[in-house]
C-alpha cells in the first residue's frame, strides 16, 4: 500500500486488514527495521527523508473519513454572502462539495476540482485564476495564476498541503504549487488550514503557509497512542493557532469561533465537533500525561 499510495495511515491500515491499530504499528516498526519504510505521525510513507507527492488517485483514498468530518467542521466557518479562497487539494474538494448550500458565496481558486464540486450551484459565483494546468493535482499554477490574485481581498482562505509542523508550518512539495499558495494567502484576512493527523510533524520542501501566518487549524482526533501528533497541536497552540478537532464522539455544543487569535500567554481553547470546549495546558508535558493514560487504560481493557 506504501508503495502503490506513497503514503499510509494507521487507521487506513488497520481497516484494510481488519485488525487493530496497536498491531499495526508493531508492524510498521518491523517494517522500518527492514528499510522499507519510513514512519509519520500516525502513518508511514516511503523511506528517503522528505514526503513525495502522491497522485490525485492515491490521495483521495486516504484518510477519507478523516477528511469529510474535517470539511464538515470548515463549512460551518463560511457564512452567507462571504467571499473565499480555497486552494487544491482532496480536502478542500470535500468543502467545495458543502459550500454548494451557502447562498451568496463567492469562491476563487485555482482548482478545477473545487470548480467543478461547485459548478451547479445557483448561489456561489465561482471564481477561477488563470495558469497552467498541473495535472497531478488538477491545479492551475504559474505566474499565470499567481498574476491573476494581485489586488484581490477576501475574508479567509482554505488551504491544504502536504505536511504541517509548528517550526515550519504547512508546506508542499511542489514548488509551483507552493508558489501559488502563498499568493492565495496574500489575498485573505484570516487563514485556515485542512490537515489531517498524519500530516502533522511530515516536513516537505517548500513552505506555504508559515505558522505565525495561520489563523486556524481544523484537524481530526490523533490516535491514542500517537503522542508525537499531540505534542506537534500543542506547539501550533503554543504560538497562537486556534485549533479544532473534527470527529470527536463527546457529547455537548460547540463553542462559537469568532476569528480572533488567543492570547500567547493564555490556554487556548480546542473545539470538537459535537463537543464541549476542552482547555490545552500551557505545557506538552500536560497533554502527554493525558496520552499515557489513555494507553494505559487501552492496555487494562486489552488484558
Do not use: C
Not at 60 to 89: C, N, P, R, W, Y
Not at 138 to 161: H, M, P, T
Request: glycine share 10%; aromatic share 2%.
Amino acid at each position: 500500500m506504501v508503495r502503490a499510495n506513497g503514503a499510509v495511515s494507521l487507521r487506513e491500515l488497520a481497516r484494510v486488514v481488519q485488525t487493530s491499530e496497536v498491531t499495526v504499528r508493531r508492524d510498521v516498526r518491523a517494517l522500518e527495521a527492514e528499510g522499507l519504510l519510513d514512519r509519520r505521525h500516525g502513518g508511514a510513507v516511503l523511506p528517503g527523508g522528505f514526503t513525495r507527492e502522491s497522485g490525485f488517485p492515491q490521495k483521495s483514498h486516504l484518510a477519507t473519513a478523516e477528511k469529510t468530518a474535517i470539511a464538515d467542521v470548515a463549512a460551518g466557518l463560511v457564512e452567507e454572502g462571504e467571499a473565499v479562497v480555497v486552494g487544491a487539494g482532496t480536502t478542500t474538494q470535500e468543502l467545495a462539495r458543502r459550500l454548494a448550500r451557502v447562498p451568496g458565496l463567492t469562491v476563487v481558486t485555482n482548482s478545477l476540482l473545487v470548480a467543478q464540486a461547485l459548478a451547479h450551484a445557483n448561489r456561489v459565483e465561482v471564481v477561477m485564476t488563470g495558469g497552467t494546468l498541473r495535472g497531478s493535482n488538477y491545479a492551475l499554477v504559474g505566474s499565470g495564476a499567481e498574476q491573476s490574485l494581485q489586488g484581490l481581498r477576501v475574508s479567509r482562505a482554505f488551504l491544504s498541503g502536504s505536511g504541517l509542523t509548528a517550526e515550519r508550518g504547512l508546506s508542499t512539495s511542489n514548488m509551483l504549487s507552493a508558489s501559488v499558495d502563498r499568493a492565495l494567502v496574500q489575498a485573505a484576512a484570516e487563514v485556515v488550514v485542512l490537515a489531517d493527523h498524519t500530516k502533522l510533524g511530515t516536513d516537505t520542501m517548500f513552505q506555504t503557509v508559515p505558522t505565525d501566518v495561520m489563523t486556524r487549524l481544523v484537524t481530526d482526533e490523533p490516535p491514542p497512542h500517537d503522542d508525537r501528533a499531540a505534542t506537534e497541536l500543542q506547539a501550533l497552540a503554543d504560538q497562537g493557532v486556534q485549533i479544532t478537532v473534527a470527529g470527536s464522539t463527546a457529547s455537548g455544543g460547540v463553542d462559537g469561533m469568532q476569528g480572533r487569535r488567543p492570547r500567547r500567554d493564555s490556554p487556548l481553547p480546542v473545539q470538537r465537533r459535537g463537543g464541549p470546549t476542552a482547555q490545552l495546558r500551557s505545557a506538552p508535558a500536560g497533554l502527554l500525561e493525558q496520552q499515557a493514560e489513555r494507553a494505559r487504560v487501552a492496555d487494562m481493557r486489552r488484558r
